[in-house]
């Protein structure tokens, strides 16, 4: 079993995620986000694994940030209900521009939203959830936010959950992904003994924390 370490085990090079999404063939486009795209690769040098690739946009503002956050976040977090992320890359592409992009394991059935939501394009076969899928599927989001808030070593707020960040393995458990909105800006000891991290809550309006323009969050020390 991979590793959940970056890069630790999976090295993957620019070249390596330009062959496996086929030169960016726009067939193999699975999504978009505030910060980039994510795309179905094939990584032929690791045994033809399937993986999700997310390309940050480095022109959009923050997109840097965003890719570092991420991987630091995701780093050390295993949770059977979030999505697990293999590795990442930073290089530069051969035009020269920089190139940041994060590799998750593929989820075969995709996002929550398209089975929420199915398109009429779509092939025809079932994307209907019966009850006690949609039970299951909500204790899955449940432990995995329960995990992130009150279990993992500081408290993390996803600050964009949605359908699209809820994705399906091949037995329709969740998982939650996309954690690129949670970045720490500062950390700080307080006059009472506490230690204070800031967090800025960006997210899709609608599905933001509640307390999404800005967040302190303490543990006593």
């Not at 979030?82 to 994060?102: E, M, N, Q, R, Y």
């Not at 809820?166 to 690129?180: K, P, R």
Request: overall charge positive; charged content about 20%; glycine content about 8%.
């Amino acid at each position: 079993m991979l590793s959940n370490q970056v890069g630790k085990i999976l090295r993957v090079s620019y070249h390596d995620l330009y062959h496996a999404i086929e030169g960016f063939l726009s067939t193999n486009l699975i999504g978009s986000g505030s910060f980039g795209y994510a795309y179905k690769g094939k990584l032929y040098q690791h045994g033809g694994r399937l993986v999700a690739i997310k390309v940050l946009d480095i022109q959009k503002s923050g997109a840097s940030k965003s890719f570092e956050a991420k991987c630091r976040t995701l780093r050390n977090i295993r949770h059977k209900n979030l999505v697990p992320l293999l590795t990442s890359c930073s290089s530069i592409d051969p035009k020269g521009h920089d190139f940041k992009a994060v590799i998750y394991e593929f989820m075969q059935n995709g996002n929550l939203d398209k089975w929420l939501h199915p398109e009429i394009a779509e092939p025809t076969r079932s994307r209907n959830l019966n009850l006690l899928q949609r039970l299951n599927i909500a204790i899955d989001v449940a432990s995995a936010l329960d995990y992130l808030h009150n279990y993992y070593e500081a408290a993390i707020f996803h600050c964009d959950l949605k359908p699209s960040n809820v994705l399906l393995d091949n037995d329709l458990v969740a998982h939650v992904g996309d954690f690129g909105l949670a970045r720490h800006l500062s950390s700080n000891v307080s006059q009472e003994g506490t230690t204070s991290s800031a967090i800025t809550l960006k997210g899709t309006i609608g599905y933001a924390a509640p307390g999404k323009n800005f967040l302190m969050f303490y543990a006593i020390i």
